[in-house]
Nanobody, 124 residues
């Protein structure tokens, strides 16, 4: 079992930055690939970014590529999402997820554990 707790969301103006954190319980965090997803009001949850178990491989949705950076610190059981140059369309609840595999997936169906989400609101 893995429990995930996100933090770092909030209200920011367009062009600003936020860093989300996701703290995981358990001693096998390094065995999991991690992903970030988001769900805007009235829309389906969508993939944002993912990272392999060791952090050596990452992948981003086209909508955030060049603006967001995913990283992880296995010693701290934490994965991060640095979000720069935020846009109003980035407004959503952001979720982190853990996949019982060394390698990531862009499909939310492939993830086994989910956090409760953190709200990010970008004002224009």
């Amino acid at each position: 079992q893995v429990q995930l707790v996100e933090s770092g969301g909030g209200l920011v103006q367009a062009g600003g930055s936020l860093r989300l954190s996701c703290a995981a319980s358990g001693r096998t965090f390094s065995s999991y690939a991690m992903g970030w997803f988001r769900q805007a009001p009235g829309k389906e949850r969508e993939f944002v970014a993912a990272i392999s178990w060791g952090g050596g491989s990452t992948y981003y949705a086209d909508s955030v590529k060049g603006r967001f950076t995913i990283s992880r610190e296995n010693a701290k059981n934490t994965v991060y999402l640095q979000m720069n140059t935020l846009k109003p369309e980035d407004t959503a609840v952001y979720y982190c997820a853990a996949r019982s595999s060394f390698y990531y997936s862009t499909s939310q169906r492939e993830y086994n554990y989910w956090g409760q989400g953190t709200q990010v609101t970008v004002s224009s």
